[in-house]
């Protein structure tokens, strides 16, 4: 990648430590969900390392989803209720859908999961019902598996056609209840990351019978540039792209992310709360 292009007065800018990177031993990595009581294992191990991580308010202008593969807006849904996942496909899909339409200008929108998070210390993550914010830099998709999500959600007559278009995975990401003080969400410009250096492919082995997904580790670099919104409200939301088939070398093809621990965090500040829904997006 070309050197960062952007340069900002950075304000509220937080060193902080969190895992960003693994080692793997001697197999391709992989991990196991819903494996156990005992939680999510592998064959890799986290390295923590200090990053800065800064705050974007007053600069959003400058990320878009094209330029650095994640770009914030401010909107509330008119769906309010997040607690009966049939109620939130029935009624926060659509909406998503005519946003994601308005916004992006794609010709076909599909939701296929989303994943709400409520913080609660002491709790493992594993439990499908029970998700939290996730520490562990990650990309959601890999080429691989985006194209396997295309297949899996859509008509199989539609698909080959489909394929030969634009697509992409975008996940809505959102604050609910409160704004997220409490272990928010940092993303890191797709213009700071070596493709060919710093992600590497994790499989995901569900249990049977499911079948395993792939999603992007990320190695730690220090050229890479993070970001938050501080204070993030439920009035606002982040476009993530997951995975752009407009593979051209200038357009923004995924997102790093990740949840941490922000040392600004007030004393007594709910758990987080938030909804991310994940869409293959046609053009």
Not at 84 to 104: G, Q, W
Not at 117 to 130: K, T, V
Request: proline residues 10%.
């Amino acid at each position: 990648m070309s050197p960062f292009p952007l340069v900002l007065p950075l304000r509220n800018t937080h060193r902080l430590v969190r895992s960003s990177a693994f080692g793997v031993h001697g197999s391709p990595p992989y991990t196991l969900i819903n494996a156990d009581a005992a939680g999510r294992t592998g064959n890799w191990v986290p390295e923590p390392h200090d990053v800065e991580i800064h705050d974007v308010r007053e600069h959003e202008a400058a990320f878009t989803l094209d330029t650095a593969g994640f770009q914030f807006f401010v909107g509330a849904p008119d769906h309010t209720s997040f607690t009966d996942d049939a109620d939130i496909r029935a009624k926060y899909y659509p909406e998503s859908i005519a946003l994601l339409k308005l916004l992006t200008g794609a010709h076909r929108v599909v939701p296929f999961d989303h994943t709400v998070r409520r913080r609660r210390p002491g709790e493992r993550d594993d439990a499908p019902d029970r998700r939290q914010p996730v520490p562990q830099v990650h990309i959601d998709q890999t080429a691989a598996s985006a194209t396997a999500r295309m297949h899996r959600h859509l008509p199989p007559a539609d698909v080959p056609a489909l394929l030969r278009r634009r697509f992409q995975i975008l996940n809505l990401w959102r604050p609910l209840g409160h704004p997220a003080r409490d272990w928010p969400l940092a993303l890191c410009d797709f213009r700071s990351v070596d493709r060919a250096r710093d992600v590497v492919p994790i499989t995901l082995r569900y249990p049977a019978p499911a079948s395993s997904g792939e999603t992007y580790g990320v190695r730690f670099a220090p050229g890479h540039r993070w970001w938050y919104m501080r204070g993030m409200r439920p009035d606002e939301f982040v476009l993530i792209k997951c995975f752009d088939s407009q593979d051209d070398g200038q357009t923004a093809v995924f997102t790093p992310h990740t949840a941490f621990d922000d040392p600004t965090t007030p004393e007594g500040a709910p758990f987080r709360e938030s909804i991310e829904l994940r869409m293959l997006v046609i053009y």
